[in-house]
């Protein structure tokens, strides 16, 4: 039986008329940039989030830049992050005019370690009227960006800890975290601010690209609303900016897809405890651990397993989907070259790149599809002796 990684027609076939109604209220009101469905979806998705506000863009990779330049980065600044991510989450810093410096991660949940964190800024850094700087060039701080991988919350207790105390925003990389929770308080309301991907693939998916930052700080949202359009309001402009607005039959399919996103977590955690107690019997695979304050959303269900690419191939031969999230990490990708880093600088995100393996874990899933997946993996091993 071939089972899909993906197969977003399944989610959207209960909803397909109401999904098809966007576009006749779109035609009907001819406002199709911005406009009521997006004010109605900024104010849905703050409420969600349980955030003072929330302010549309085009992608989660806009999110993200616009994200960091309000809440302070300037060109020439550092941002700390980790390098087992997907490209944007770096990229997007060098677009914001700075330069990502990097930390490893947990080795069981893949997040960035936050004493890492503590123990880079205790030895590298001062704070000084100029804010924390880098003690032997000067060099300025301007934001932490945890990424909440594969669904999961970084530790934001510790994080937020430690950033308070040093006076550093911290920006999360929520995209792939929408609606998951740590201390049972949402992703995008524990930092500065959150920036959050409409990918068609995310749990919270639009019918193209968009995004969305979240704030609780007024000075941050009101620089957003500017930056997004061009830096200015009306023809009247205070920086350059950029064209990054939300069209309203995004918002409008977005604002469907919400109501129904509660229902389609817990498909997936369903799925992931199926999983869970399948793959106790099997020794070869490490499931993904959970801390006790998050509560994932399973954006990815991404397992640690010997001989990985004998694994992929093993699985792509019978139809079962599968991916790796991330076969390089960003410190070895060639345009980072100018950052400096090699082979063995963040041992733990190397090794686990080597390691993982996702597998589908959509709500749709059947039982019996689940159960295809497992025997299948199960046989690998099982053909390996």
């Known amino acids: 039986m071939a089972v899909p990684l993906l197969d977003i027609k399944r989610q959207h076939q209960p909803i397909i008329e109401d999904l098809r109604s966007v576009f006749n209220r779109a035609l009907e009101s001819s ?130 800890s430690i950033c308070k105390d040093w006076h550093i925003p911290v920006v999360e990389d929520a995209c792939q975290a929408v609606g ?48 997004r359009e061009h830096g200015g309001r009306g023809y009247i402009h205070e920086e350059v900016g950029f064209n990054s607005r939300l069209d309203a039959i995004q918002a409008g399919f977005l604002r469907i897809k919400l109501a129904h ?28 651990v959970i801390r006790e304050e998050a509560w994932s959303i399973y954006n990815q269900y991404t397992i640690k397993v010997p001989d990985r690419d004998g694994l992929l191939n093993y699985l792509r031969e019978r139809g079962i989907g599968c991916a790796v999230y991330y076969p390089l990490p960003l410190h070895l990708q060639k345009c980072f070259e100018c950052l400096g880093y090699g082979e063995g600088d963040f041992p733990v995100s190397e090794a686990v790149s080597k390691e993982v393996i996702s597998i589908p874990v959509f709500g749709e899933l059947t039982e019996e599809e689940l159960v295809e997946v497992f025997e299948t993996i199960k046989a690998f091993y099982a053909e390996k002796g």
């Open 31 to 160: 406002r199709f940039i911005k406009g009521p469905e997006m004010e109605q979806l900024e104010k849905e998705f703050a409420e969600y989030c349980g955030t003072e506000r929330a302010l549309g863009c085009a992608s989660g990779t806009d999110a993200l830049i616009l994200a960091l330049m309000a809440v302070g980065v300037k060109p020439g600044n550092f941002v700390l992050t980790t390098p087992f991510t997907f490209f944007a989450s770096a990229g997007a810093i060098v677009r914001a005019g700075a330069t990502p410096l990097f930390l490893d991660i947990l080795p069981d949940t893949f997040n960035i370690d936050p004493e890492l964190l503590s123990g880079w800024l205790t030895d590298n850094c001062a704070v000084t009227d100029r804010g924390v700087v880098i003690r032997n060039n000067g060099t300025r701080i301007g934001a932490v960006m945890p990424v909440h991988l594969f669904g999961q919350l970084a530790d934001m207790d510790r994080i937020i």
């Open 261 to 288: 996103l509660e229902s389609w977590h817990k498909g997936r955690r369903k799925n992931a405890r199926f999983y869970d107690r399948a793959f106790k019997s099997l020794g070869q695979v490490t499931t993904p």
């Open 180 to 227: 998951a929770k740590w201390s049972n308080k949402r992703t995008g309301s524990l930092g500065t601010a959150g920036c959050f991907s409409f990918f068609p693939s995310k749990n919270l998916g639009a019918l193209g690209d968009g995004g969305m930052v979240t704030t609780n700080l007024p000075e941050i949202a009101e620089r957003i609303v500017s930056l």
